[in-house]
């Protein structure tokens, strides 16, 4: 086995999300041997979206201008905004076309394991946002997982103390589109049960 450039080319492919010792190496040999050229491309690709994409001070997502072209859009909503743990959730969103409001990203959600607490997040920064007195409500488009949970439990309870006129809502949790009740688990079918809405 190649030692030096080779190993450390695999450990920094290595590193990315979905990628194990094996991936990253097939990657970097794959890269090593392309005759097209694709590793120099990859490389100045990399180098011009690091100099380039820049994030954004007022709700935290990337773009290559600040603020993003979201924040900037006149046509979008201030009076609501929803917050996502980060920008692919944001990008998720976006994807379906369905919501013309403003966003914040918190940069993660709080993990006692992990040792990411209140002041690692961007809960400082929502805050700011919403003492402009332009917000009517927050959407907590949070995952439905411990974190997600305590995280939008914390946000709730610094939202309604500091503006308790602001209304807070949560994504509704439960049966997915398409989906049937005989291959869904007993958590997903309890909580869709206690979500349910009046038809």
Not at 91 to 116: M, N
């Amino acid at each position: 086995m190649l030692d030096g450039p080779f190993e450390k080319l695999v450990k920094q492919i290595s590193v990315l999300p979905g990628l194990g010792g094996r991936s990253a190496r097939r990657i970097a040999l794959h890269l090593l041997t392309d005759k097209t050229g694709a590793m120099k491309t990859l490389a100045a690709t990399l180098s011009e979206a690091s100099a380039s994409v820049k994030t954004c001070s007022i709700c935290n997502t990337l773009d290559i201008s600040d603020p993003c072209k979201i924040c900037r859009d006149p046509a979008r909503s201030e009076e609501v905004i929803c917050v996502v743990a980060g920008v692919a959730d944001l990008w998720a969103i976006e994807r379906t076309g369905a919501f013309r409001g403003s966003y914040h990203v918190l940069g993660g959600l709080l993990s006692a394991l992990d040792g990411i607490g209140p002041d690692d997040l961007s809960i400082a920064g929502l805050m700011q946002r919403l003492s402009g007195g332009q917000t009517k409500e927050v959407i907590l488009a949070l995952s439905a997982t411990v974190d997600g949970q305590s995280t939008a439990h914390v946000l709730s309870d610094h939202i309604t103390q500091a503006a308790p006129e602001i209304k807070i809502s949560r994504l509704a949790h439960g049966v997915p589109v398409g989906g049937e009740l005989d291959y869904l688990d007993d958590g997903t079918i309890s909580t869709a049960l206690k979500s349910r809405a009046a038809v």
